[in-house]
C-alpha cells in the first residue's frame, strides 16, 4: 500500500505564503527574489572560477600589452596607453562573465534535465527572466568591481563621470545577461553555447575599441564599428574613467537601451513559448 508523502512544514508554509503573495500583488516577489538568490549563489559559491580567475586572465591581458608590445612607452593621444585601454579590458571582463552565468545556468539546466525545477514553481516569465538577468548582472559587476580595485594597483583607475560608470556598467552587463539567456535557450548541447561565445561574444568585444580608439581605423571600419552595440558599451563606459570618448555618451546610452529592450522582448517571449524547454 502506498504511504503518503510526508511534506516538510516549512515548505509548504513557504509555498503558502509564495502563493499568497503572488495572488495580493500580482508578481512573485519571494520567487523572483529566490531564484536571484540562486543564479547569485551559483557564482559566489565557486568564486575561485567566477571571480579570481577572470582577474587573472584580464591582468595577463594586461602585461602581455605592457611589456610585450610597449604599452607603458606609449599614448593614445594624450592619455597613457596602459590608462586607456584598463576600462576596456574590466567592461570585456564583465560583460563575458554576465553572459557566462545566464548561459551556463539555463545550459546545464537543459543538458541535465534540471530545468523542470525552475518550470515549475509559480513564475511567470517575466519573473524567471529577471531573476537570471540579476544573476547575470550581479556576476558582471561583481567581476568589474574586483578588478578595477586589483588594476588600480598599476595604472591610474580615477572616476570623472560615476554616472556614466554605472550606467554603462549595467546596460552592458544586463545586455549580455540578456543574450546569454538567448543563447541558452537556443542552445540543445554545451557545443551551441560555445559557438555563440567564439563567434558572436568575443569577435565583437576584440573589435569594438577594447584595444584601441576606432578614430585609427579606415573610415569603412570606423562605419562598422558604429553598428556594435559593444562599442559603445566599452566607449562610455571608458568615458566614466578618462573623460574622453568616440562618441557621445548620451548616443551610448540610447543605444544601449533600445537593444536591451529588444533583447528582452525577444527573451520573454522564448520564455513564453517555452522555446526548446517545454516539450
Known amino acids: 500500500m502506498t504511504q503518503p508523502i510526508n511534506k516538510d512544514p516549512a515548505a509548504q508554509s513557504l509555498t503558502v505564503k509564495n502563493m499568497a503573495q503572488k495572488n495580493m500583488d500580482g508578481f512573485n516577489w519571494i520567487g523572483l527574489q529566490t531564484l ?30 605592457a611589456l610585450a608590445f610597449g604599452g607603458s612607452g606609449r599614448s593614445m593621444g594624450d592619455i597613457p596607453y596602459m590608462q586607456f585601454l584598463a576600462p576596456g579590458l574590466v567592461m570585456m571582463t564583465m560583460v563575458q562573465n554576465a553572459f557566462s552565468n545566464t548561459s551556463s545556468s539555463i545550459v546545464i539546466s537543459k543538458v541535465q534535465r534540471n530545468i523542470v525545477d525552475v518550470l515549475m514553481p509559480p513564475l511567470s516569465p517575466l519573473e524567471l527572466l529577471l531573476g537570471y538577468c540579476a544573476g547575470g548582472v550581479a556576476r558582471g559587476l561583481a567581476v568589474g568591481i574586483v578588478t578595477s580595485c586589483v588594476m588600480a594597483f598599476f595604472t591610474d583607475m580615477s572616476i570623472h563621470a560615476i554616472w556614466a560608470v554605472a550606467a554603462f556598467a549595467i546596460l552592458g552587463t544586463l545586455m549580455l545577461s540578456l543574450l546569454g539567456i538567448l543563447g541558452g535557450l537556443w542552445s540543445e548541447k554545451f557545443d551551441h553555447i560555445a559557438a555563440v561565445t567564439n563567434f558572436i561574444v568575443t569577435p565583437l568585444a576584440f573589435l569594438s575599441g577594447t584595444f584601441y580608439s576606432i578614430e585609427r581605423l579606415p573610415p569603412m571600419w570606423q562605419a562598422a564599428a558604429h553598428v556594435d552595440p559593444f562599442f559603445f558599451m566599452i566607449d562610455g563606459f571608458r568615458y566614466g574613467f578618462l573623460g574622453q570618448s568616440d562618441s557621445h555618451p548620451l548616443l551610448g546610452l540610447a543605444v544601449l537601451v533600445g537593444v536591451n529592450a529588444g533583447l528582452f522582448a525577444a527573451a520573454h517571449w522564448m520564455l513564453r513559448t517555452g522555446y526548446k524547454i517545454k516539450q
Open 36 to 65: 536571484a538568490m540562486k543564479e547569485t549563489a551559483r557564482f559566489v559559491n565557486v568564486y575561485s572560477q567566477t571571480l579570481v580567475a577572470p582577474v587573472m586572465t584580464t591582468l595577463l591581458f594586461f602585461a602581455v600589452f
